[in-house]
């Protein structure tokens, strides 16, 4: 049985839920998909040159005419992620997902801590098409996109220091007692003990600088450029009125204007002080998307980054956050509003966009007394730059 804990038990903080076992699992058995779980430690230590970053589809799966495969690898070492496509949650965890998906075009979500910008993936004939979705729960990097192949082996060696400490206190120890008792030489205990005490006060700090370093060059191996701005619906020609950026800009035509709408999502996930394997039930809840309306017509919206195109003048964009659990198996009690609105004012000007920033957070605990998940009217934050 999986079990979860915090990982953070500051309130304001967002909640990952790092989990024991996080093995990629899939949520519904009737979909066509093999999951894996991550690469062990030994097995990446003994390879000494450049790491795999995609194992090739295992043997179960066999796309047939009309469909390809989705490989999703998932490098969360603390966490486990929701990965949904075309808005649908299909598993939760580390290690490598293959699905089988009808050939065109798919959007891939993956929530954690934090929402994080969906990507379109171009499912081809009996083809494999991959990405990659990477989390640091130290520095809070996320990034979901085109992975490289292989990246560079990256040493890790805080578990050798950890391992030093550990051993040197050991010994220390036994040394200082032997010398103080059986000796009877009060100044080589002392000199042992504070010799001990150096090397271990040393080693631990030196272990969390050296797992910073690794953590930060992993970041900065994953530091992929801004994917290409994606017409929705997706592949759209000529004129069209909204675009998921992915980090670019897609430009405003002359005379037209644009809103830019950030939207991100802070998942607050409580499961309580001590390990539960209840918890399950929690790891696999999805945060619905907002709903947008500008002017008062609805939009098309997901969290992430995107681009309205609009007459220039004053516009109102309103934004709401449902605040409900989505996608769990276990009932589910909410208290207060079931979502959270926002409106906001802005002008856009002619050649140009204006960026509108909403910033949501949701809370959900799973209380294994009451055997049901409790969740909280959301907040929601909008602010236009």
Not at 238 to 246: E, I, N, T
Request: net charge neutral; with cysteine.
């Amino acid at each position: 049985m999986r079990s979860y804990r915090l990982h953070d038990d500051d309130p304001r903080a967002p909640r990952p839920l790092r989990i024991a076992d996080n093995a990629m699992f899939v949520f519904d058995d009737t979909v066509r998909a093999a999951a894996r779980p991550p690469i062990g430690k030994t097995e990446a230590a003994m390879n000494q040159g450049p790491r795999a970053t995609y194992r090739e589809p295992g043997g179960t799966i066999h796309p047939g005419p009309g469909e390809g495969v989705l490989s999703i690898a998932v490098d969360a070492e603390e966490t486990a992620p929701v990965i949904a496509v075309d808005g649908r949650p299909v598993a939760a965890g580390a290690g490598q997902l293959d699905l089988v998906l009808p050939v065109g075009a798919h959007s891939v979500e993956v929530q954690g801590a934090r929402t994080v910008d969906p990507v379109v993936v171009r499912i081809e004939q009996e083809a494999v098409r991959r990405i990659g979705y990477y989390e640091d729960p130290l520095t809070g990097h996320r990034v979901l996109g085109d992975f490289p192949e292989t990246l560079e082996r990256v040493g890790d060696n805080s578990g050798c220091l950890v391992w030093i400490a550990q051993a040197a206190l050991l010994v220390g120890v036994i040394w200082a007692l032997v010398a103080a008792f059986v000796q009877q030489n009060i100044t080589v205990a002392v000199v042992v003990a504070a010799a001990t005490a150096l090397v271990a006060a040393a080693g631990l700090p030196l272990s969390r600088l050296a797992k910073r370093a690794y953590r930060r060059k992993r970041a900065e191996q994953l530091r992929l450029p801004a994917r290409a701005p994606e017409p929705y619906p997706w592949g759209a020609d000529g004129d069209f009125g909204a675009v998921l950026r992915g980090g670019a800009d897609p430009g405003v035509p002359p005379g037209r204007a644009a809103i830019d709408l950030d939207l991100e999502c802070a998942r607050h996930l409580r499961i309580g002080r001590r390990k539960a394997a209840s918890g399950g039930f929690l790891a696999r809840m999805w945060t619905p998307p907002p709903r947008v309306e500008i002017d008062g017509v609805a939009q098309p919206a997901s969290w992430g980054r995107w681009r309205y195109a609009v007459a220039p003048g004053p516009h109102r964009v309103s934004v709401a956050v449902d605040g409900r659990a989505a996608n769990v198996t276990v009932p589910v009690r909410h208290d207060g509003a079931v979502t959270e609105r926002g409106d906001i004012e802005v002008t856009a000007q002619p050649g140009a966009a204006v960026t509108v920033r909403a910033d949501a957070d949701v809370f959900a605990a799973w209380r294994a007394g009451a055997g049901q998940v409790e969740t909280r009217t959301p907040t929601l934050r909008l602010e236009a730059n």
